[in-house]
């Protein structure tokens, strides 16, 4: 059974579509490879960071946005804060006001 033009076609861009989800995901695996590098260096864990660096093949770059304790620190730290608000009636001020909106 043969595929009409318009099924190639398809087929075609499907794996086009495919492969640049792949390739979008490996690069946000690089940049996340990067910060839990970082996070790992920003809490003094040497050996755990080269060992991670090394297995992980990651890049020795700066990081994007540079946070006191690390982006990932950062994120999580304000994650947490808004879920606890969103789950539990003792929270913070400013983890309300997030939820009221």
Known sequence: ??????EAD???M???????FRAEASSFNLKLDVYI???LVKRDLK???QAFQQEGKVSSE???ID?????????WSVFWDIFI?????????????????
């Open 62 to 64: 700066p990081v994007a």
């Open 14 to 20: 499907f794996h086009a579509v495919l492969l640049g």
């Open 67 to 75: 946070a006191p304790g690390g982006f990932l620190f950062e994120w």
């Open 85 to 101: 608000a969103r789950t539990n009636e003792k929270h913070s001020e400013v983890a309300a006001s997030y939820i009221e909106v």
């Open 10 to 12: 398809k087929m075609v």
């Open 1 to 6: 059974m043969s595929q009409t033009n318009w």
């Open 47 to 49: 050996a755990s960071a």
């Open 37 to 39: 590098h970082d996070y």
